[in-house]
């Protein structure tokens, strides 16, 4: 798993609460990744972010935030979660060579 | 259209069968090109890797890449029923940090 825990790993949570995603890696890489993936749409770029507190939308990024304070940690968070939202999230961080690894993901269900 | 089309499968196939899993891409941009193998509930893991044009063998899996064409290829030979996963292939432009994905190929490998 290339070094990176991803917490929790099943979550079910309610219409219009808030939920935070945990992303930890531990080899210290600059380039860290928020997909979720869904069948029939594959992987989709939530956030990305570059370096602490350098963070950039992806393709489907309305209805989440992210921060990141500390090389290490990558956080996700869903202001007021939708079913729309419910999907399994993946942390990846880039290895270099132009090459993603992932995490476990997270398993999120919105009721 | 979709960046990167890959055709979702699924794909069922004997012991044994060589095994053929493709994509197409529309951005001439695009240098460095993966395969991931993903099994059921885990992320996604880099299988290979390719740079440009040309072919790479690792074992009983070649990535193919024909530019030109833009099309990309992974054979498996000899597939076992441990190769049961779905594929998903990527491709990564020169510069910047942004990774394309197809929607997976869903491959079985019946014993």
């Known amino acids: 798993d290339a070094g990176i825990t991803q917490s929790p790993r099943h979550k079910v949570t309610e219409t219009g609460t808030p939920v935070t995603l945990r992303c930890h890696q531990t080899e210290n890489h600059r380039y860290m990744y928020w997909y979720r993936q869904d069948p029939g749409h594959g992987l989709r770029l939530i956030h990305y972010?570059?370096?602490?507190?350098?963070?950039d939308k992806g393709e489907v990024s309305d209805g989440y935030s992210v921060s990141r304070s500390k090389t290490e940690d990558f956080l996700l968070t869903l202001e007021s979660a939708t079913s729309s939202q419910t999907s399994v999230y993946f942390c990846?961080?880039?290895?270099?060579?132009?090459?993603?690894?992932f995490g476990n993901g997270t398993r999120l269900t919105v009721t | 259209q979709k960046e990167v089309e890959q055709d979702p499968g699924p794909l069922s196939v004997p012991e044994g069968a060589i095994v053929s899993l493709n994509c197409t891409y529309s951005?001439?941009?695009?240098?460095?090109f993966m395969w991931y193998r993903q099994y059921s509930r885990k992320g996604p893991e880099l299988l290979m890797y390719t740079y440009s044009s040309g072919n790479k063998e690792d074992g009983r899996f070649t990535a193919q890449v024909d530019k030109s064409s833009k099309y990309i290829s992974l054979f498996i030979r000899d597939s076992q029923p441990s190769d049961s996963a779905t594929y998903l292939c990527?491709?990564?432009?020169?510069?910047?940090?942004?990774?394309?994905f197809g929607t997976g190929t869903s491959l079985t490998v019946i014993p």
């Open positions: 990527a491709m990564s432009p020169n510069t910047g940090n942004q990774f394309y």
């Open positions: 951005n001439s941009a695009f240098q460095y």
């Open positions: 972010s570059y370096g602490v507190k350098d963070t």
């Open positions: 990846a961080i880039s290895a270099g060579r132009n090459t993603l690894h």
